[in-house]
């Protein structure tokens, strides 16, 4: 009588930095990682859940497989890609308890930033950029690099969208959105190599009305909004969750809106802790370049109330939510009189007017914008 064939185990126990947990067969390693949570997840830069096919081109997510399995307990003689492995029954996985996974992850790094232009005191993408904190995280105080940086000729793609293709990590995240959210895709990576780059190929502008998404998966500031353009620093901004009944019927109407007082400045589609799109109703929350870029104003929206920030982001400085305003006491000090006002600085200096918004001037603010 032959044997039987068991029946494989409805889940997948697999142990990353000495944590287990049960996962589905075809789980990856690293979306069980984001499960725990925490510092056991590996970064991920080209990887984004809610587009299929990313993954497995930056190799930030490298982990040590130190057992296959339980019915094939060896290691694997390579770190692999989190990402693209599947876990397996038994599965045992090191990643921040794992020298090598230290050593390749500072390595990486270092080549992401091999021709990464130093623009992080201009860059709009400056406080919320991945590249950012993987390398205060990850990457190593100095650089071994000392040759030219790689440049490229600057290109205009449209009304909405700013492109610095020297700041591009190539992580194909807006190729896949052009693909599987618009319908006909007019950009892509030409050349190969060092000479990869991001192009229309024909200088042919991007105007999909879903186009805006692909500043929103960009993980550094090779794709930032125009709109935004130098007008304000993210930090100083005040992130509110807004939704409203929007006519495309492929777009979710669910933002945030980023204010300073009763401006706004930008409007992006919502995240969650791993910087991706947040799901609605099973669907990811994607927006339409409507909603992003023509409807700027408070009374557009019906606003839920302040995002939840991470209270390790910059962005969280000044952004409290439940803090009760210490009491005033000058007044007490003074027998109940009002402090006199020395001068009004908007009277004296003639600089950032109260009748104009700063969020509505078309590109940077300039000097001769408060002259009129």
């Not at 969750?241 to 992006?268: I, M, Q, S, Y």
Request: hydrophobic share 35%; charged share 25%.
């Amino acid at each position: 009588m032959a044997d039987e064939v068991k029946a494989p185990p409805a889940n997948f126990k697999v142990t990353i930095d000495n944590i287990t947990i049960e996962v589905a067969p075809g789980t990856t390693i690293l979306t069980a990682a984001r499960e725990i949570g925490g510092d056991v997840t590996p970064p991920a830069m080209c990887f984004y859940s809610k587009l299929q096919g990313s993954g497995g081109k930056c190799r930030t997510c490298l982990v040590e497989v130190a057992a296959g399995s339980t019915a094939d307990p060896r290691p694997m003689p390579k770190l692999v890609a989190s990402c693209r492995t599947t876990v397996m029954d038994g599965m045992i996985v090191k990643n921040i308890t794992s020298d090598k996974v230290k050593d390749a992850r500072a390595g990486v790094v270092e080549f992401l930033l091999l021709n990464h232009p130093l623009d992080c005191p201009i860059c709009d993408q400056a406080g919320e950029c991945h590249l950012q904190d993987l390398g205060y995280e990850h990457g190593k105080e100095g650089t071994r690099y000392e040759f030219p940086r790689r440049t490229f000729e600057k290109e205009d793609i449209g009304p909405y969208i700013q492109l610095h293709m020297t700041r591009c990590i190539l992580c194909y995240r807006c190729t896949y959105v052009a693909d599987q959210l618009t319908d006909k895709r007019v950009h892509g990576i030409l050349d190969r190599g060092e000479h990869a780059e991001i192009s229309t190929y024909i200088s042919k502008a991007i105007e999909n009305d879903f186009s805006g998404n692909m500043i929103d998966v960009c993980p550094v500031g090779a794709l930032t909004d125009k709109t935004f353009r130098f007008k304000n620093r993210v930090w100083f901004t005040k992130p509110v969750d807004a939704h409203r009944n929007c006519e495309n019927p492929k777009c979710c109407g669910k933002t945030t809106l980023w204010l300073r007082g009763e401006e706004v400045f930008r409007v992006t589609a919502r995240k969650d802790q791993w910087g991706e799109v947040q799901s609605f109703d099973g669907k990811p929350g994607w927006i339409c370049n409507t909603c992003r870029f023509d409807k700027k104003e408070t009374k557009d929206w019906t606003i839920e109330g302040p995002t939840l920030i991470n209270r390790h982001s910059v962005i969280a400085q000044g952004h409290y939510v439940g803090v009760i305003k210490p009491k005033e006491t000058l007044q007490e000090v003074m027998g109940g009189r009002e402090p006199l006002l020395l001068m009004d600085i908007h009277d004296v200096s003639e600089v950032n007017k109260l009748n104009i918004d700063l969020s509505k001037i078309q590109g940077p603010a300039h000097s001769n914008d408060f002259n009129k």
